[in-house]
C-alpha cells in the first residue's frame, strides 16, 4: 500500500477568517485532503500568547471549527482538532524547548513585531510560540505544511529544531517542508492593495470576511481603491488594486486574467468592481450557509471536535512517547 504524504496546518481563531485567509490558504486545504493524511487545529494555545478575553475566545474557538468545517474541511477525512484539548501539544512544547537556542528565538521577526505592539506584555509564551508551532508540526511527523509568507521563518526554525533533535539523539523527526499550493492566491486589503489583507486591519472597508453579509461584501468592492486610469488591466506593479480584484475575480470563477480584461473591456471600474462583489458573495453564500447550520448544532460540533481529537492523539501519542525513551525518560508505568 502506497503511503500518504501528512500535511499539518494550524490556524488561530483570534477572528473570523477574510477572504484572504480563505482563498490563499483555507481553500487550498479542502483540495489537499484526497492525496494526502491532513492532520488540521484550530491552535488556541498559541492565541493566548496576547491578551484574550475568555469568554470571547472560547467562542471564537468554536466558530473557527466550525467555520473550517464549512470552508470544506471535512472531519471525517482529515483529524480537525482544537490544540487545547490534546495534552500532548503542552508535553512537547517541553521537550523542544530544551532543544531550541535563546538566540534562534530572539531573532524571529514575529516576536520582534508582536513585543512593539504589546510592549505592556511581552511574555514568555509569545517568545517560546514558534517552539509551541514546531511541537505542533514535528508531533505528526508532517513531511508538508501549508503555510504563508509570514510563517516561513517559524517553519524554518521547526526544521532546524528537528534537524538538531535528530542530530543530538538519532533520526527521529519527519524534517517539514513549506507547501507552496498551486493556487494560493495572494489577496490585499482593498484599501491599499500594497498591504496583504489581514484580519486585524483597523479600517472595517480593508478586508472582506467570510461571515459578511451580501451588501457589506458589494459595497466594500464598490469602495475599493483603484487607480486613476479605467482600463481592466493585471499590471500588479502599476495597478496593484485592479489586479488585487482580478485575482479574487479569478479565484472564485477561475477564468484567466485573459478571460477577465476581454469580458471587461470597455466597461470602466464601475461595472467589475460590482461583478467582483456579486461573484465573491456568491462564492460566499454557500459557506455561509454550511457555518451557520453547523454553529447551531453544539453536538455535532462537539461530536466532530472529540473524533478529531482521537485521531490526533492516536499519532502524537506515539511521538510523544518515543520522544521520551529517546531524550531519556522512564518509561510511564
Ligand atoms: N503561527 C501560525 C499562524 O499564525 C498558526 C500555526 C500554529 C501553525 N501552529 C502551526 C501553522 C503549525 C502551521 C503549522 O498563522
Request: negative net charge.
Given at each position: 500500500?502506497e ?16 477572504l484572504g ?6 481553500k487550498?486545504?479542502g483540495a ?7 492532520v ?6 498559541h492565541?493566548i500568547?496576547?491578551?484574550?478575553d ?11 471549527y466550525a467555520?473550517t468545517m464549512?470552508c470544506?474541511?471535512?472531519p471525517?477525512k482529515?483529524?480537525l482538532?482544537i ?6 501539544h503542552?508535553?512537547?512544547n ?10 534562534e528565538?530572539?531573532?524571529?521577526t ?14 514568555a509564551?509569545l517568545f517560546?510560540y514558534?517552539?509551541l ?9 508532517a513531511?508538508?505544511v501549508p503555510?504563508g ?10 526544521r ?5 533533535f535528530n542530530f543530538r539523539y538519532?533520526?527521529f523527526?519527519?524534517?517539514p517542508?513549506p507547501y ?7 489577496i490585499m486589503s482593498?484599501q491599499?492593495?500594497?498591504?496583504k489583507?489581514?484580519?486585524s486591519?483597523?479600517?472595517?472597508n480593508a478586508s472582506v470576511y ?5 451588501n457589506s ?6 469602495r475599493?481603491?483603484t487607480?486613476s486610469?479605467?482600463?481592466?488591466r493585471?499590471d500588479?506593479?502599476k495597478?496593484?488594486?485592479?489586479s488585487?480584484?482580478?485575482t479574487i475575480f479569478?479565484a472564485?470563477t477561475?477564468?484567466s486574467f485573459?478571460?477577465?480584461?476581454k469580458?471587461?473591456s ?5 461595472d467589475f468592481?460590482?461583478a ?5 458573495a456568491?462564492?460566499?453564500k ?5 457555518y451557520?447550520?453547523f ?5 455535532y ?7 478529531g481529537l482521537?485521531?490526533?492523539?492516536k499519532i502524537?501519542?506515539?511521538?510523544l512517547?518515543?520522544?521520551y525513551r ?7 508505568p
Open positions: 500500500m503511503t500518504k504524504k501528512t500535511i499539518f496546518s494550524g490556524i488561530q481563531p483570534t477572528a473570523v477568517f477574510t485567509n480563505f482563498l490563499g490558504a483555507i487550498n486545504w489537499l485532503q484526497d492525496s494526502f493524511d491532513c488540521y487545529s484550530i491552535v488556541d494555545m492565541a500568547t496576547v491578551r484574550q475568555a469568554a470571547k475566545l472560547r467562542e471564537q474557538t468554536l466558530k473557527s467555520l464549512a470544506g474541511i471535512d471525517e482529515s483529524a482538532f490544540q487545547s484539548h490534546n495534552p500532548h503542552a508535553e512537547m517541553w521537550i523542544l524547548s530544551c532543544n531550541t537556542q535563546f538566540g528565538l530572539s531573532r524571529m514575529q516576536f520582534k513585531d508582536k513585543s512593539e505592539k504589546h510592549p505592556d506584555d511581552i511574555n509564551g517560546t514558534p517552539v508551532m514546531a511541537g505542533d508540526i514535528l508531533l505528526y511527523q513531511d508538508l503555510i509568507i509570514d510563517q516561513k521563518q517559524h517553519l524554518e526554525l521547526a532546524n529544531v528537528a534537524e538538531r538519532g533520526d523527526f519527519t524534517v517542508e507552496i499550493g498551486e493556487t494560493g492566491a495572494k482593498l491599499d492593495p500594497t498591504k489583507m489581514s484580519k486591519d483597523d479600517n472595517p467570510i461571515l459578511d453579509d451580501r461584501i458589494i459595497n466594500k468592492f464598490k475599493a481603491v487607480d486610469e479605467t482600463e481592466v493585471f500588479a506593479e495597478k496593484p488594486g485592479i488585487n480584484l482580478m479569478s472564485c477561475g477564468k485573459d478571460e477577465i480584461e469580458t471587461f470597455g466597461h470602466g471600474y464601475g468592481k460590482s467582483v462583489g456579486e461573484t465573491v456568491d462564492c460566499l454557500p459557506i455561509q450557509d454550511k451557520n447550520s454553529i447551531k448544532d453544539r453536538d460540533l462537539k461530536n466532530c471536535y472529540t473524533e482521537k485521531k490526533a492523539m502524537s501519542g506515539k511521538t512517547s518515543k520522544a529517546k531524550v531519556g525518560f522512564v518509561d510511564k
